[in-house]
């Protein structure tokens, strides 16, 4: 009798010890995957722009994603003609605490003789208009962070849309 209950300590022993060990292992593991998937908006911040005419026709659509701490700039050439710049675009995000981004922006559309700068703290997912001063070209900004849910979705709509 006294055998049969040492082997029985012994066998709920491994057995406990086992399962700890198992759900260290798997406690390591979910600690490993949940730091290689990046935070949401650890890439930065998509800034896309839309630039309309006096007419309500399209000049732009560019679109930058804004790395944290560094400033972004993008030059749109006219396809037909590269030499033509149709639009030129300086952005710096960053991110608040609060959630919102603050963007420190300069644009320039020289076919509408357009040079504008200003800062201005944007909802991401909510679009915003950009102060351009008396011009009658308009312009609409939207933020997103990147890497997000809401980025994958604003990228599928926006296949959709070249499909359809």
Do not use: C, N
């Amino acid at each position: 009798m006294k055998t049969v209950r040492a082997i029985a300590i012994v066998l709920l022993s491994f057995l406990v010890g086992g399962s700890s060990a198992e759900v260290a292992v798997q406690t390591h593991r979910a600690i490993a995957a949940a730091r290689a998937r990046p935070a949401e908006g650890d890439a930065g911040d998509l800034v896309a722009l839309e630039v309309r005419g006096q007419g309500g026709e399209l000049i732009a659509r560019p679109r930058v994603i804004a790395p944290p701490g560094r400033a972004a700039r993008l030059v749109l050439r006219d396809p037909t003609r590269p030499e033509r710049i149709r639009l030129t675009l300086r952005v710096e995000a960053t991110r608040e605490p609060s959630g919102e981004v603050f963007l420190d922006y300069e644009i320039a559309v020289p076919g509408e003789d357009l040079l504008a700068s200003g800062q201005l703290y944007a909802t991401p997912g909510v679009e915003h208009a950009l102060d351009l001063g008396d011009r009658p070209v308009t312009a609409t900004l939207l933020t997103l962070p990147v890497p997000s849910a809401a980025f994958d979705a604003f990228l599928e709509a926006e296949r959709r849309m070249r499909h359809t």
